[in-house]
């Protein structure tokens, strides 16, 4: 809408600023352009101001709508290093869980093997005894 409202600056600057004459035969008893063109001058002022205020306008509108943006996108920042953080303490859970399973696990191979060691001990200090008939 800017654009629009400069293009039309320009095309009242070019009427305003055109050298064409206009012989007063041709117009009759309506001699209105040399104060149309006139008039035309102060326009491109006018339409100038009206071209800022709407600039300014555009620019707090931009800023009521970038301000909640601006909030979300922190706010989606933050659940995004919440997220990491959770995953990462997750995981460190995870982990201890593995490595306790992993403890007992090796425990209680270590107290079978142990019972097969002492079994296999006992065993072998066994005389074999031979039953006779």
Known sequence: MILEVRLIDDVFRTLASDPTTIDRWSTGL???????????????????????RMNEQCK???????????????????????????????????????????????KMNKKLFKKLIINKDVQQQQPLIHHQK
């Open 60 to 106: 707090r509108s931009d800023e009521v709508i970038s301000d909640p943006l601006d909030m979300l996108v922190e706010l989606l920042q933050g659940y995004k290093v919440e997220k990491q953080r959770n995953f990462f303490i997750y995981n460190q859970f995870l982990f201890r869980i593995y490595v306790n399973d992993l403890k007992k696990h090796c």
């Open 30 to 52: 309506n001699d209105y352009w040399p104060k149309i063109q006139v008039g035309l001058t102060d326009l491109p002022v006018e339409i100038n101001a009206l071209s800022e």
